[in-house]
């Protein structure tokens, strides 16, 4: 199972279907994990119901940051920004299907940090909105 799950890592890596930025967007953040030198960016539309209605991200960095980011833009469109509050460490574990180690997990949660700290209107991102 667990290669089905890393061809379909590697799929959105090679292929992001949500890769891009927004213009107009209603939210947007970014942040890097310095210790690998990942970067994203993700822009969000939300319409008046509080909805997601549309989401890009950008950026450079490994495999499954890049992966992780493009699953989430494809998760949260059509929800509740109450809803994507709530995601944590789990919610993308889940979208990856893969156990990760201490340094992978950094990237993987890499886009949910960023995703929380936009959404929260932070002006950085703390670990503890992944938590």
Partial sequence: ???????????HYKNPSYRGKLDPYDISFADNNPLCGDHI?????????GVVTDARFDGHGCAISQASAD???EF???KPLEEVKKL???SILELLGIELGPVRLKCAL?????LK????GL???GDDLVE
Avoid at 1 to 11: A, F, P, Q
Avoid at 41 to 49: E, N, P
Avoid at 110 to 114: A, G, N
């Fill in 123 to 125: 002006g950085e991102a």
């Fill in 71 to 73: 699953l989430l833009m």
């Fill in 41 to 49: 960016q993700i822009d969000l539309r939300v319409g008046a119901d």
């Fill in 1 to 11: 199972m667990d290669d089905l799950y890393r061809e379909v890592i590697i799929e």
């Fill in 117 to 120: 700290a936009g959404v929260y």
């Fill in 76 to 78: 949260v469109i059509g």
């Fill in 110 to 114: 890499l886009s949910l940090k960023v």
């Fill in 88 to 90: 944590n460490k789990e």
